[in-house]
């Protein structure tokens, strides 16, 4: 079935497992009754065609295999095993090349992708002190990210509208967190994280120039709200209105992009976690690399450095912008044009 399929699909859209039923159940008008399907166990998940699952065999196959079994959430990882049958895709592997890195293992995104089972990586790795071959595509450097840099052509088209309240433009999360965060903890790691992403140290002028602050001094403290007295049917009112305050006083101009409140349930019960950033800074995407980040920095606390620097904004926006003045991009502009100008139908 897999090799039927891979033939037709993408990889990360052929199954991860099956299932067999004795029937597909039917609903009264004959048609399939999904909700009536039995949902995947933890048993099916794990099962290969074969029936076999050949365990790591040295020090790199199981360093990659516990990594793969951690983001992958699958206690069962064979060096044979194929990471987008496991559930795998671009996302998670930027995830697990932040973090073989850390155990000592250079592996690529893109030698995941197209070396897709922990063998071929485990082959592929190089350890963090060898020098780097001289065939192997090597990252651009991050230059200095301090003083005037360019717009990407998103946030050009965010200052072109003009909006009311352009501050109040974000993104955020709630997390239930544990009654024995430690804040201080937490605030360190937030530090850390903003100093690896320069993203979260945009600040943008009346003119919507962006100017990166390199050092970015002005992170406040985590805010903390005691809410162990209130009564546990007002708290989602009393966090509704407290996040809508605190969302508020993010600031393009002088920052910070990017915000924490902690709110107390007292000592025996979990809190709440509220993280909110500006749109300019983070996206849909870039969420799962932020929070990946930041939990290693609140927990690795001893090294140096957690978020190691990759490609700068700098060189991102250049490269971004000359993408998007290319004879590619203004080909395929009426098409979109005309996709737009036809009417949509009613739902």
Not at 269 to 285: E, M
């Amino acid at each position: 079935l897999r090799d039927a399929l891979a033939n037709r699909l993408p990889s990360h859209m052929v199954p991860a497992h099956f299932m067999v039923v004795d029937a597909l159940p039917l609903n009264a008008n004959g048609k399939l009754d999904r909700r009536a399907l039995p949902a995947p166990s933890e048993a099916a998940a794990t099962d290969r065609s074969d029936g076999a699952t050949v365990a790591p065999r040295s020090e790199a196959e199981r360093t990659i295999a516990a990594i793969w079994a951690d983001v992958l959430n699958c206690p069962s990882v064979g060096i044979t095993d194929n990471y987008f049958e496991l559930g795998g895709d671009s996302i998670l592997s930027i995830q697990i090349a932040g973090r073989c890195r850390r155990a000592g293992l250079v592996l690529t995104v893109r030698d995941i992708f197209e070396h897709p089972t922990i063998a071929e990586q485990a082959a592929k790795a190089r350890k963090a002190d060898e020098p780097i071959p001289p065939d192997a595509a090597r990252p651009a450097k991050p230059s200095s990210t301090a003083g005037p840099l360019s717009l990407t052509p998103i946030q050009q088209w965010f200052f072109e509208q003009e909006f009311t309240d352009a501050h109040h433009w974000n993104q955020t999360f709630l997390f239930e967190v544990p009654a024995s965060l430690d804040l201080n903890r937490l605030a360190r790691a937030l530090g850390r994280l903003i100093e690896g992403h320069d993203a979260l140290r945009q600040r943008f002028s009346d003119a919507g120039a962006i100017i990166m602050d390199a050092a970015d001094a002005a992170l406040p403290p985590i805010t903390r709200q005691d809410l162990s007295g209130d009564a546990p049917e007002l708290r989602p009112r009393i966090i509704a209105a407290l996040a809508a305050a605190h969302q508020a006083t993010l600031d393009l101009a002088h920052g910070p992009l990017i915000r924490a409140a902690h709110f107390d349930f007292g000592p025996e019960q979990p809190g709440r976690l509220l993280i909110a950033c500006h749109h300019q800074a983070v996206d849909g995407v870039s969420w799962r690399i932020l929070l990946e980040d930041l939990a290693s920095a609140y927990h690795d606390q001893d090294e140096e450095t957690v978020c190691e620097p990759g490609t700068s904004f700098q060189i991102w926006a250049a490269a971004l912008a000359r993408h998007a003045a290319t004879s590619e991009i203004a080909t395929a502009l009426p098409q979109w044009r005309d996709i737009l100008a036809t009417p949509a139908a009613i739902l």
